[in-house]
């Protein structure tokens, strides 16, 4: 089956620019989350989607940065006005079980490399 | 910020040699998952560790964990050239679903 897909997988943007990057997590998983990795550091937790319903975006670095996923299936993170110091991959990852069970694996994409100019 | 450390912060070894890569923590944990990741195939789960084990084995990886010293082992036995990657300790965040991860051991295995 399929797995976690990105995209784009690359993106270079003007300082200032919006840019969207889309996930496709692993069909039936409900859980969904987002991570920014900075070059030679691991990944960083961003925001966590159970479903629809968006239940932690305590990583979120500031306003400028929204995600959505309004079916629960595809998620979408925004940046607005763009700054260098949001270069970085973003990564996408989906799991199957829900809030309250401890322990289980995630799934990740294969990211999206974003350079800001 | 970043829950875990691990270390060495990079390895090299020959081919055939058994690589160690340590990984440090600082809250109470309920498990404790190792990564890899490389270019090729993005970042993928090797082996969950449960914080009721000690020891737990997949294949040529054995994972240690010492809840009482905040730290866990990660082992690669024979290794290729294709266990060249960086390798990566996470725990799930206190009350939360996320994982914290560590920095990462870059590990290069020469032919």
């Known amino acids: 089956g399929a797995g976690v897909s990105q995209s784009p997988r690359y993106k270079v943007a003007k300082r200032g620019q919006d840019v969207a990057l889309r996930c496709d997590p692993i069909s039936g998983h409900v859980s969904l989350f987002w991570y920014q990795q900075a070059l030679g550091q691991g990944p960083e937790f961003l925001t966590y989607?159970?479903?629809?319903?968006?239940?932690?975006k305590s990583g979120l670095p500031s306003d400028r940065f929204f995600a959505e996923r309004p079916e629960g299936s595809v998620s979408t993170l925004k940046i607005q006005r763009t700054q260098q110091e949001d270069s970085a991959v973003y990564l996408c990852a989906s799991s199957m079980k829900w809030v309250g069970e401890a322990q289980e694996t995630q799934y990740f994409g294969p990211g999206t490399r974003l350079l800001v100019l | 910020s970043q829950q875990g450390e691990e270390d060495p912060q990079a390895l090299s070894i020959q081919e055939g040699e058994n690589a160690t890569m340590n990984c440090s923590y600082k809250t109470s944990i309920n498990n404790l998952q190792w990564y890899r990741q490389n270019s090729g195939r993005g970042l993928v789960h090797l082996i969950l560790i449960r914080s009721n084990e000690r020891e737990k084995h997949s294949g040529r990886l054995r994972v240690t964990l010492d809840t009482s010293k905040k730290s866990s082992s990660l082992l690669i036995t024979a290794s290729r050239a294709a266990d060249t990657a960086s390798y990566f300790c996470?725990?799930?965040?206190?009350?939360?679903?996320?994982?914290?991860f560590g920095s990462g051991t870059r590990l290069q295995v020469q032919p």
């Open positions: 989607f159970q479903n629809e319903a968006q239940l932690d």
């Open positions: 996470a725990t799930p965040r206190a009350g939360r679903r996320a994982l914290t």
